[in-house]
Every structure is written in structure tokens, then in C-alpha cells.
T-cell receptor, first 119, second 111 residues
Framework: EPEVTQTPSHQVTQMGQEVILRCVPISNHLYFYWYRQILGQKVEFLVSFYNNEISEKSEIFDDQFSVERPDGSNFTLKIRSTKLEDSAMYFC?????????????????FGPGTRLTVL | GQQVMQIPQYQHVQEGEDFTTYCNSSTTLSNIQWYKQRPGGHPVFLIQLVKSGEVKKQKRLTFQFGEAKKNSSLHITATQTTDVGTYFCADSGAGSYQLTFGKGTKLSVIP
């Protein structure tokens, strides 16, 4: 069964450093997402990406964050200057819409996550 | 997405007992999705409800969407230890694919 993969599984970084989290969405999916989950809390939406551009973003997704699809398979989240409060589990997800607003078809497949620890 | 409130936050049940988690919104939801997250795992899609009053079943799980589309519930009959995890409802607002998750209900099943 196809699945979303993410690397690394755990990233430890110093405050102020840049990190890049990587994801490989399911190959025939069109929409890609990043969510984060601070330990013990709910899953929070960061950004969605479609047709090589950001389609929606939340207030969390400020100028320190960026996303990129550098090739046909990878989808990355970059945090330019990490803060302590960026420590969280970051989940990538993808959904397999065939195009247009098919409201009954937005099951999102989540990857295993990258645990980011900012020291 | 809209704000969705989910209760209870925690639920401990004896194996074999039933379990219900509720999701509520002050405004009309366009559709509601339910996800399960095992401890240390990632959210896994369970179901999506779209129509007012919709009821869907998956084996021991029953999902309902309220008539006014402002609330939803997930009911598990005769819980098993494999049901352990956190159950989240999530709203996908009209014109949007972002999911707004509730805070989740963490289910513990005592064998």
C-alpha cells in the first residue's frame, strides 16, 4: 500500500539554525500539507500546496517557514531560524484529488512525522 | 477551518465497555473527518461524513453527523485493547482543504 514517508525521523538543532524537513508524498496525489503537533496537543495545520504553489497557510506559517517541491517526488518544509517553540512533531500529508473541488474525496494520508527538538 | 470542540479529553474504560467521543461546533460544518492516532504514531483517516444526519458504520465503530451539521460523534461498541489511542475529529471548511482538528479524546482501555 502506498504511503507517505518523511526524513529524518528525529532532528535536533540549536536555536537560530535552519532546518529542512523532507517528505515524499504518495506519488499520484495532487495536494500536499504540513501539520505540526506539539507534544500532547492537537494537530495544527501549517500549509497546503497544490500545483507548485501554496494554496492555504495558517497564522503559524510565518516568514520563517517555506515549502518547496524541488522535484517530482520530494516536498520540503524549511524553518529558517528555529525557535524553542518550534519544537514539535511535524507531519506531512497528501491527498489524492483528481482535480477540481471533489468534496467527498479529501482523505489525507499522513506520514510518520519528524520530531524536531530545538535546544 | 472552524473551531471544533471535542469532549471528553480523556476516557478510561474497561475492555468490553462502550466508548463515545463528541465533536461540536458553534457554526455549521461543511464536512467532518475522524482520525485515530495510536501512541507515538501519526493520524490515520477513519471516515468522512458529509451529509446532514449521516450515519456510517465500520465494524464496531459508528459515526454520526448531526442534523444541523454542528456536531458529530464516534461510538465504539465493546472496546478492545487495540482501540487505544487518541481520536480526533477534523473539519475541512467549505472552499478549503486544510483540516482543523479538535483537541482529541485519548482512550485508554483497561484489560
Amino acid at each position: 500500500e502506498p504511503e507517505v514517508t518523511q526524513t529524518p525521523s528525529h532532528q535536533v538543532t540549536q536555536m537560530g539554525q535552519e532546518v529542512i524537513l523532507r517528505c515524499v508524498p504518495i506519488s499520484n496525489h495532487l495536494y500536499f500539507y504540513w501539520y505540526r503537533q506539539i507534544l500532547g496537543q492537537k494537530v495544527e495545520f501549517l500549509v497546503s500546496f497544490y500545483n507548485n504553489e501554496i494554496s492555504e497557510k495558517s497564522e503559524i506559517f510565518d516568514d520563517q517557514f517555506s515549502v518547496e517541491r524541488p522535484d517530482g517526488s520530494n516536498f520540503t518544509l524549511k524553518i529558517r531560524s528555529t525557535k524553542l517553540e518550534d519544537s514539535a512533531m511535524y507531519f506531512c500529508a497528501s491527498s489524492g484529488l483528481t482535480g477540481g473541488r471533489a468534496w467527498g474525496d479529501n482523505e489525507q494520508f499522513f506520514g510518520p512525522g519528524t520530531r524536531l527538538t530545538v535546544l | 477551518g472552524q473551531q471544533v470542540m471535542q469532549i471528553p479529553q480523556y476516557q478510561h474504560v474497561q475492555e468490553g465497555e462502550d466508548f463515545t467521543t463528541y465533536c461540536n461546533s458553534s457554526t455549521t460544518l461543511s464536512n467532518i473527518q475522524w482520525y485515530k492516532q495510536r501512541p507515538g504514531g501519526h493520524p490515520v483517516f477513519l471516515i468522512q461524513l458529509v451529509k446532514s444526519g449521516e450515519v456510517k458504520k465500520q465494524k464496531r465503530l459508528t459515526f454520526q453527523f448531526g442534523e444541523a451539521k454542528k456536531n458529530s460523534s464516534l461510538h465504539i461498541t465493546a472496546t478492545q485493547t487495540t482501540d487505544v489511542g487518541t481520536y480526533f475529529c477534523a473539519d475541512s471548511g467549505a472552499g478549503s482543504y486544510q483540516l482543523t482538528f479538535g483537541k482529541g479524546t485519548k482512550l485508554s482501555v483497561i484489560p
